[in-house]
């Protein structure tokens, strides 16, 4: 079912003033008021509260292109289950395990396998709800076109069996398909920027040491690949292995022209992963980093700005972070107050492998630290913000500012390798609470599963949101009702070069400079639900359900 196509023409049509078909041109047109409420602390502590609003065209390209995704890491085991799962639902593979047979599936997918309620049946009442991917034109995964790097010059079918994911019955049948991808690309190895035990893996390398020759070597794979294939479009996507974080020095890695001339010098601090990230956007392809590492210097995302390129990131959110996201707001919106929150994991796989060393791992634990800030920022009767804890502070005589944080549950994550575990990692969270008047609450979640069963899905929709999001433009228009001639010399222009819609899929989600983070992962899934809808004009509606409220 998660496989099934969207029908001919689209699935729906939306019949609003405002919202215009082009048919000839292949696009959609639509007017969408985005209303907000601005607050301005006055006098006294009051708020004063105003409503404002500004009203955007969208428009959305509605012919789907061919899309290539290429992989850096294609061979590791993300790598290697996306191939597999694509091709296998491509060819309609299924497969006997010991519970029965199994039919390949998208299951994960928030595209594929999730709904959005869309409206109600002026009939029945009742809500009407439909595939994500029946929205608006996306691109289905079975027609990716699959390709990219590796160190390791291991071919994608045993790179497969290597990873020991998925069932033999299954890898018995998809062998052949994946001999015929053959030995991943090349790829650039700085031994520093991941752990000294993954050196046995790199056998597949772009020889020399000049950065500059490695970005063009890169540049030249993308459009090779891209003219191969016959692509429209190719999506960049690193799930290698984290790397350490690049060192943030100034003249180097801060501003785009210093990031290119440190290229040209083949600094030490600029990374494969910045690499990749510089080539991408120098090709005009979105590029994706799933791994913690801080891929996107500064100078990365002024170069993609410059650009107007695309970027995402940081990390695939796909097991405990994704619920501790849900947890920690589920406690805090309940006025509970979480106290400490302890994350122990261990994994036997390559990425377990690499995480333990130090300085891999404290990229994941940075990665990893942040999900509950902004939850616990946003209630301060709960916890004290910096400014309150000062002045009480002050208040018993102590001189200067006591802390620049404000109350903040302790944050504990701990990652282990254990190889016997494989890519089943289990996952284990306490959140110890204060609840009501003095008492305590603890809640002990223990997660099993497949690792990379949970980031292939993830993927998939990365690409293919990341893609969409190069086919919507946009532009302000002075008034809700302005006439066609009125905004007729308005040019649209691209979505922002950081692609924070993708948050739901990411862990340390990426924001525009300045602006805030959304960790929670409602949040972030309400965005894209109105964001798809106002591409074509709808209003989000809410969870008033007025209609069952009134007489
Ligand atoms: P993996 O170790 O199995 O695969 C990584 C692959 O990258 C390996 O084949 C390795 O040879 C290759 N590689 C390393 N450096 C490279 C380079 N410079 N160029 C090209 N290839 C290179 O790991 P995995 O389990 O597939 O995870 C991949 C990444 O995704 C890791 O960074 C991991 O932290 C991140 N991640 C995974 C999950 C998950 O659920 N699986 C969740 C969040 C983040």
Redesign the pocket.
């Known amino acids: 079912a998660t496989a099934r196509r969207t029908p001919e023409g689209g699935l729906l049509k939306v019949d609003a003033e405002g919202t215009v078909y082009d048919d000839a041109k292949g696009e959609i047109r639509a007017r969408f008021t985005d209303k907000g409420v601005a607050c301005t602390k006055v006098e006294g502590g009051r708020l004063s509260v105003k409503k404002v609003s500004k009203t955007f065209e969208f428009k959305t390209d509605t012919k789907v292109p061919k899309v290539g995704l290429m992989m ?8 290697t ?1 996306v191939c597999a799962t694509v091709l296998a639902n491509r060819h309609n593979i299924s497969w006997s395990t010991k519970t029965g047979p199994v039919q390949p599936n998208y299951i994960g997918s928030l595209i594929r396998a999730s709904t959005l309620r869309l409206g109600f049946d002026p009939e029945t009442g009742k809500d009407v709800n439909i595939p994500f991917s029946d929205v608006l034109p996306m691109v289905h995964p079975n027609d990716l076109v699959l390709g ?5 010059a291991m071919p994608l079918d045993k ?1 497969m069996s290597r ?1 020991q994911v998925l069932d033999y019955d299954l890898q018995r049948q998809l062998f052949p398909l994946m001999q015929k991808m053959g030995k ?1 690309l090349p ?4 031994p520093d ?2 752990a000294a035990n ?1 050196e046995d ?2 056998d597949n390398l772009i020889e020399g040491t000049d950065k500059l020759q490695h970005l063009e070597h890169i540049r030249k794979d993308i459009r090779d690949f891209k003219a191969e294939h016959g692509l429209d479009k190719v999506v960049v996507l ?6 350490r974080y690049s060192e943030l020095i100034d003249g180097v890695n801060d501003t785009a022209d210093n990031l290119m001339n440190a290229v040209k010098n083949s600094h030490e601090e600029v990374s ?2 910045t690499l ?1 990230a510089i080539a991408s956007i120098l090709e005009g392809c979105p590029y994706i980093n ?4 801080n891929a996107f210097v500064p100078g990365c995302i002024e170069l993609a700005e410059r650009h107007k390129a695309f970027i995402g990131g940081d ?5 405990q972070t994704k619920l501790k996201s849900v947890v920690a707001e589920f406690l805090v919106n309940a006025g509970i107050k979480p106290l400490s929150i302890a994350s122990y994991n261990h994994l036997g ?3 377990g ?3 333990s060393s130090q300085r891999q791992f404290r990229s ?1 634990e940075i990665s990893k630290s942040s999900v509950v800030d902004d939850m616990v920022a946003a209630n301060p009767l709960l916890f004290k913000p910096a400014e309150e804890l000062n002045a009480e502070a002050a208040a018993k005589g102590v001189d200067g500012e006591v802390t620049k944080k404000g109350e903040h549950p302790d944050h504990l994550v701990v990652i282990k390798y254990a190889p016997a575990v494989g ?1 089943d ?1 289990r996952a284990l969270d306490e959140y110890y609470s204060e609840l009501l008047m003095g008492g305590r609450n603890t809640l002990s979640v223990f997660n099993i599963c497949e ?2 069963l ?2 292939t899905p ?1 993927i998939l929709d990365l690409t293919i949101l990341a893609e969409l999001m190069t086919r919507v433009t946009y532009r302000q228009l002075p008034s809700e009702t302005a006439s066609e001639e009125e905004v007729a010399d308005i040019e649209f222009q691209p979505l922002y070069s950081v692609l924070s819609l993708l948050s739901y899929m990411l ?1 340390a989600p990426l924001v525009k400079p300045g602006t805030d983070v959304v960790n929670s992962l409602n949040r972030q899934r309400n965005a894209l639900e109105t964001f798809m809808k106002a591409c074509l004009g709808l209003e989000h509606n809410g969870d008033l359900l007025l209609d069952t409220r009134v007489w």
């Not at 790829?187 to 700085?190: A, F, L, R």
């Not at 990390?315 to 097991?319: A, I, M, T, V």
């Open positions: 850096v890491g294609i061979g590791g085991n993300n790598g289950t990219g790097w590796d160190i390791s790179a990873a991943p790829s650039v190895y700085y920027f991941i993954q893996r790199a690193w799930t290698a292995n984290t790397e494969p992963s990749f799933g791994s913690p590492s990390d695939f959110k796909s097991g796989n390559n990425d492998k690499n995480l994941k890519d990692k690792d990379s949970l980031a993830l862990k």
